[in-house]
């Protein structure tokens, strides 16, 4: 008898590590279920109609749209009412900006889960004002197209705005890189970021097209003004998603002590998989999810556990054509200026060849327009002058002459004797403080991020990091949340870990501080009796 519970106790830690096993490989090698990305339409303010392709008739999305989102598909046309506006998300590729008394038709509208690193677009402006934000396109077959009846803008992304008023302006201008303009008479327009273009709509005008680096009116300048901070929320929007979607994926951080089993897992995986395509898409699956793993620690700040992830994927799996979980991990990293560093495409190109040369030629690209290396300090002579209309961020530098008043002019170091070359200053660290640790619920506290350089200086960057607050370790509960650079509290007691991640050329870095949300808990006293 005694025997018989032996081998019985035997036979089931036998089949409860055997089940164990399974459910672990299963855990840590099943599909990769991404998000469904959609093009979806949003009621800002005011009056939004939509009109289904097909259809003649116009139906108020207004209400609708405020509680939700409501898909957009080729050949619908969408319209705002007076002081009215709308926002179009483009599959996590761009974003659409629609301004009062605007009419657009989408008849161009295409991505696929398939096939994720394409997108397609074309919008006619009938009229209004259309700003555009898409990311870097990551293939050749990629295009944008934004056109009213005498224009036709062309992009491969950037950021711009497209004008038409009737019996008004018309024209472009360009916020990001370049957008290329033909004109109804034929002329071909290449205008850079910064640059407004004026379009004569008269047909036999001598000049279609007029430049100038400035807006056009005061007009356009606020709706210029109001988009540019709306670009940055959208990337931050989109790589917050991303990070989350990405952590949801890998099921364990790369930084968990139990990383290591999910190697051991696709190896019994592969073992047990026989047919040579069933094993490809596996191999592929597993270099998707160690890119996106790559990707968390990139921008948590780990530029070089990012690496060692990517180095560690077998040479082997490079050999195979990229599918579609290596599409979308390619775009969550090239399209993340920070993550276009040379050692990191490097580290990319052995695993992955293909999502290696996507980020390269997007590297190449931004170049063109962007100097995303360190940049040496200018010259006491070269000075930013702002146009009246436009920010100084993307006003053209122009030179100017030093005042005789001017006592500071620093004078030119004599032609005997140079003046020693300061190296450039790189960022070294971040950190990260709040105004109060400790809070009531329902209280706010100001975040603060500093970015320390090499050279002993700092910058103020809380309005250029990714802010994040983490749940409470002990009960899993949010015990506030972020807006803007505010933490504000709610009702739920406990620690939140607050993080912030600033991104450049140059890497990542994180800094973190703790809040805890106090609870005051008052005993109940029993009455007198």
């Known amino acids: 008898m ?24 299963s855990a840590f090698t099943g599909p990769l279920e991404f998000t469904p990305r959609k093009a979806n339409l949003r009621a800002e303010l005011g009056s939004v109609e939509i009109r289904r392709a097909g259809s003649q008739d116009w139906k108020d999305v207004s209400n609708y749209t405020v509680y939700g989102e409501m898909e957009v598909r080729e050949g619908d046309s969408i319209r705002t009412g007076p002081d009215s506006a709308a926002t179009i998300d483009y599959f996590e590729q761009g974003q659409a900006r629609l301004d009062a008394d605007t ?3 989408f008849e161009k509208l295409r991505w696929d889960s398939k096939h994720p690193t394409t997108f397609v677009g074309e919008v006619l402006l009938d009229s209004g004002r259309l700003w555009s934000r898409l990311l870097d396109f990551l293939t050749p077959e990629s295009s944008y197209v934004a056109r009213t009846a005498n224009t036709v803008a062309t992009v491969r992304g950037t950021a711009f705005s497209l004008t038409s008023i009737p019996k ?28 407004t273009a004026g379009i004569d709509r008269n047909p036999k005008a001598a000049k279609p097209a007029t430049l100038k680096n400035a807006a056009w009116d005061e007009k356009e300048g606020a709706w210029i003004a109001a988009n540019l901070p709306k670009d940055r929320a959208f990337d931050d ?26 190697k051991a897992a696709e190896e019994i995986r592969l073992a047990a998989t026989f047919n ?36 560690s994927s077998p040479a082997g799996e490079a050999s195979a054509s990229a599918n579609a979980d290596v599409g979308m991990a390619t775009s969550f990293l090239a399209q993340r200026p920070g993550m276009l560093r040379d050692d990191v495409i490097k580290a990319v190109e052995n695993a992955a060849p293909a999502a290696a040369g996507v980020m390269e030629r997007i590297k190449d690209r931004r170049l063109e327009f962007e100097d995303i290396r360190p940049k040496p300090e200018p010259a006491p002579s070269e000075i930013l002058k702002p146009s009246p209309l436009l920010p100084t961020s993307i006003a053209p530098p122009q030179e100017t002459k030093p005042s005789a008043t001017n006592t500071n002019a620093v004078a030119p170091a004599p032609i005997f004797e140079p003046a020693p070359i300061k190296p450039a200053s790189t960022p070294a660290s971040l950190q990260v403080s709040a105004d109060m640790a400790n809070l009531p619920p329902g209280g706010k506290t100001a975040l603060h991020a500093m970015l320390m350089m090499s050279d002993g200086s700092q910058a103020d960057v809380t309005k250029l990091v990714r802010w994040n607050a983490a749940a409470d370790a002990d009960t899993g509960l949010a015990i506030g949340a972020i807006q803007g650079n505010v933490f504000i509290s709610n009702n739920t007691g406990g620690k939140s870990v607050v993080s912030a991640v600033y991104s450049d050329a140059s890497g990542s870095l994180a800094g973190k501080v703790d809040i805890t949300v106090l609870i005051l808990e008052i005993p109940l006293v029993p009455p007198l009796q």
């Open 2 to 25: 005694l025997l018989k519970k032996k081998l019985a106790l035997a036979i089931f830690l036998v089949m409860a590590a055997v089940l164990g096993t399974v459910a672990a490989v």
């Open 103 to 105: 009419t657009v038709t």
């Open 168 to 195: 008004g302006y018309e024209g472009v201008f360009v916020a990001e890189h370049q957008v290329d303009l033909s004109v109804r008479q034929g002329t071909a327009v290449a205008v850079r970021q910064g640059t």
């Open 237 to 262: 929007q989109v790589a917050q998603r991303r990070l989350d979607e990405a952590k949801r994926l890998i099921s364990v951080s790369p930084s968990s002590p139990i990383a290591g089993l999910m």
């Open 276 to 311: 040579s395509d069933d094993k490809n898409e596996l191999r592929q699956r597993f270099l998707a999810r160690r890119l996106l793993a790559a990707y968390v620690s990139a921008e948590e700040g780990r530029t070089e556990e990012a690496k060692a992830l990517i180095a």
